[in-house]
């Protein structure tokens, strides 16, 4: 989702690596590339200007003009304060993961938030995280004005109660016939959580959900609403729901929602869209609340903790090299992965090795979705109409290949070329073409493992821009991708776990 | 017609904080101030601020930088009435109308991301085309978000129409497919109909929509007449990949922007003008099936701008 933020540091940290030693000016320069990219990620305009400003301060403090490799240390600060801003994550200790849990129960949460921007879905979702912990659950719909949010959230936690793992119970608590059109009810759904609290507590469970009605922060009985529902039960947890697509108005929502309800954590959801994100910055500064959690899809396991250490990386151009590294780990084994990258680093990497990258890379979703998550490339896809059976041509001219012609490429002469064509069923020029694009694959990889963040990020691009994004899955060769990560990555702090689905 | 009467009032009601964040901005910022660097960046922030977008506000301060250059724009009151005319200039007489069919059943498909307000859009959409004395349907094609056929099935009933729905977790088209054969059997004047929620990125769901689409334009001629892209007026930059995304899966004539009541100002819909030629043809400003008013460029610039308060 940050990838165009990406390609906007990218090119601001290529102009800087590319020079050697920097001044000053330099700085500045590549600072205000940054502002662009932030701005157009949606950042809200104060929380660039703060965030520029620091960097410069950071960047000349640290007497970065005399550094050998600039480009690299100017990542490096851009990460540390991304890291900073984003609020840490749950490994760093500086705050616990998940939520909170109070004894004696129950432990009240609240959800609040704009119309629509995912409050009763991710009411189920964390329903379904709770219940897979061993924890009881009790939904309750204190949306009284939504046509069908009643009936909504109850179908949701019929699902989550039916369906997502574990043993813990997950329960439901309406008031159907309090339900109003639109404004003749304010203020009711105080009653009808006062009496989700007495049942809760009567059942003995352990968290108990308020699912609100969406409403505008400038909507002054709405938000009264609120405060008076917050007052009134006092919920051990405030979690604002935002969309993660919102554009500069994230600032003004977020505060008013938090000078009004002192909220304890923000979820932003929609994740799973290309949006830059810029929101999960503004909404981090204004309300300096932690991002607890993310959205990521509709049904009710899409949602992740929050990693402020991966959206930066993500914004650092270096792509969503983490879920990348876990989406493999579903397709291709630890042992696989070593070998090939052994022979990768070897520059051994056969036809076959490529074949097969390629066909645990499709089982793993569309080429442009995985495209997009590979530092420096988003830019280059961007439009870029992605044949898929492009893809199928590749692996039926591999598959007209002879063994010894996969292992060595360089042998497929003008006639071995004429019969993989017509094996395959397409032209001589594709297959010569495939077999200049492998070699220049290959070269690269072997050269990667040596390669500095801005020599890689310029390498992906100039690959590309000879239109040789369809073969990056080859030279960025997903399983090497682990070790040879960048900056941050390398030190071991993503522990790429496997993903649930 | 009632509707286009209120329009400028409601415009100004509803924008009431757009126009307040512009021209307080603007007329502390303007009058008797030289244009020079701080003046070009207050605008720029203030444009930026406002979610009118990297691209548009560096080609209207350009513009500024151009005129002022030329000794066209020599004060800040200037500067206001070039930035005016600019935008004003970005909407011509674009068709803003409902496209209706001359004979047999209107199709209007809507769409849009998730949560963006179509199913709410819609039943505005149905009061208006009510209040015109067109007979309506609804079709209930969101067959996968819970409790989204029980919504669209309450606004019906509220508005007195007729719903065609199908089974949850059921294929969409097919629900299409009925309500398509419904309103014709019934002679219905205009169908509208509701789907999921989809991000433009999500290549099953976008080919599913082509899908409807089609089924749609098999059984009535010339239908969808109408396919409208609900936008999130508070949505980012974002918001223009969905309109050129949703355009090329579904061919989109009209954008309803949603949530415009709200403190986004609205100036997305600046950009999206640039990045395509979809026109505005409503904009929503609240939760009932009143809280609509067609989009107009004149009353949406003034409204911004518009001096008072
Ligand atoms: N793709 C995607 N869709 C989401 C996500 N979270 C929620 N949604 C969808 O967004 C839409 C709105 O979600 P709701 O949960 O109804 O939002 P809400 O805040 O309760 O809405 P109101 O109660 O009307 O204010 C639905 O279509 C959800 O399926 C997410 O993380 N990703
Ligand atoms: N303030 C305000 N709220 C609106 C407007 N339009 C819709 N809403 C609210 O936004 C929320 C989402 O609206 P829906 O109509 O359910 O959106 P949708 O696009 O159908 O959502 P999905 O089907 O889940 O994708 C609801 O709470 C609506 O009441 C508007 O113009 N202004
Ligand atoms: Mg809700
Ligand atoms: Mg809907």
Known sequence: ?501 | MALIKSAFSRFRTGLGRTRKGFVFGLRSLLPGRAINDELIRDIERLLIQGDVGVGTTARLIDGIKADHRDGKLSRGEDVLEYLKRELKALWPNDDRELRLAAEGPTVILVTGVNGAGKTTSIAKLCAVLQGRGRSVMLGACDTFRAGAVRQLEVWADRLGVEIVKGQQGGDPAAVAFDACQAAMSRRIDVLILDTAGRLHTQDPLMRQLSKIRSVVARQIEGAPHETLLVLDATAGQNALRQAQQFSDAAEVTGIFLAKLDGTARGGIVIAIKEATSIPVKFVGLGETTDDIEPFDPDAFVEALFAEGD
């Not at chain 1, 940054?34 to 640290?62: I, P």
């Not at chain 1, 052994?342 to 990497?349: D, V």
């Not at chain 1, 006639?415 to 694009?437: D, F, H, M, P, Y």
């Not at chain 1, 493992?449 to 690959?463: E, F, H, I, Y």
């Open chain 1, 1 to 501: 989702m940050f990838d165009r933020l990406s390609d906007g540091f990218s090119g601001a940290f290529r102009k800087l690596s590319g020079r050697g030693s920097i001044s000053e000016a330099n700085v500045r320069e590549a600072i205000d590339e940054v502002r662009t990219a932030l701005l157009e990620a949606d950042v809200h305009f104060d929380v660039v200007n703060d965030f520029c400003s620091a960097v410069v301060q950071d960047a000349l403090g640290r007497e970065i003009t005399s550094s050998l490799k600039p480009g690299q240390e100017m990542i490096g600060i851009v990460h540390e304060r991304l890291v900073e801003l984003l609020g840490g994550s749950p490994e760093d200790g500086g705050r616990e993961p998940g939520i909170l849990h109070v004894s004696p129960g129950p432990t009240i949460v609240m959800m609040c938030g704009l119309q629509g921007s995912g409050k009763t879905t991710t009411c189920g979702k964390l329903a379904a995280y709770l219940k897979k912990r061993g924890r009881s659950v009790m939904l309750c719909a204190a949306d009284l004005q939504r046509p069908a949010a009643v009936e909504q959230l109850e179908t949701v936690a019929a699902q989550v109660a039916d369906d997502a793992p574990g043993s813990a119970t997950v329960s439901f608590y309406c008031e159907p016939d309090k339900v109003a059109e639109y404004g003749k009810a304010i203020g009711v759904a105080v009653k009808v959580c006062q009496h989700a609290l007495q049942r809760a507590r009567k059942d003995g469970i352990d968290t108990l959900i308020l699912d609100t009605a969406g409403r505008l922060h400038v909507n002054d009985e709405l938000m009264g609403e609120l405060s008076r529902i917050n007052r009134t039960l006092s919920p051990h947890q405030v979690f604002l729901v935002v969309d993660a697509m919102t554009g500069q108005d994230a600032v003004n929502s977020a505060k008013a929602f938090h000078e009004r309800l002192e909220v304890d954590g923000v979820i932003l959801t929609k994740f799973d869209s290309d949006t830059r994100g810029g929101a999960a910055l503004s909404v981090r500064t204004v309300t300096g609340a932690p991002i607890r959690f993310i959205g990521v899809g509709e049904k009710m396991d899409a949602l992740e903790e929050f990693y402020a250490e991966r959206m930066a990386g993500r914004i650092l151009g270096m792509g969503d090299v983490v879920t990348l590294v876990e989406k493999a780990q579903e397709q291709i084994s630890e042992d696989e992965a070593l070998k090939l990258q052994e022979k990768m680093a070897k520059g051994e990497m056969s036809m076959d090795d490529f074949l097969a990258q390629l066909r645990s890379l499709r089982k793993m979703g569309s080429m442009k979705q995985l495209l997009g998550m590979l530092p420096g490339v988003g830019q280059a896809l961007r439009g870029a109409d992605i044949d898929e059976k492009k893809f199928d041509g590749i692996e039926a001219m591999i598959n007209s290949m002879t063994p010894a012609e996969r292992t060595s490429p360089k042998r497929i002469d003008n006639s071995r070329r004429r019969r993989i064509a017509s094996g395959a069923g397409t032209r001589q020029q594709q297959v010569g073409q495939l077999v200049k694009q492998f070699d220049m694959v290959s070269k690269m990889s072997r050269n990667m493992a040596s390669m500095s963040m801005g020599d890689r990020v310029r390498a992906a691009k100039q690959l590309s821009a000879g239109g040789m994004g369809g073969l990056m899955p080859g030279l960025e060769g997903v399983p090497g991708i682990r070790t040879r990560g960048s900056t941050k990555a390398s030190k071991g702090r993503f522990k790429p776990k496997r993903r649930r689905k």
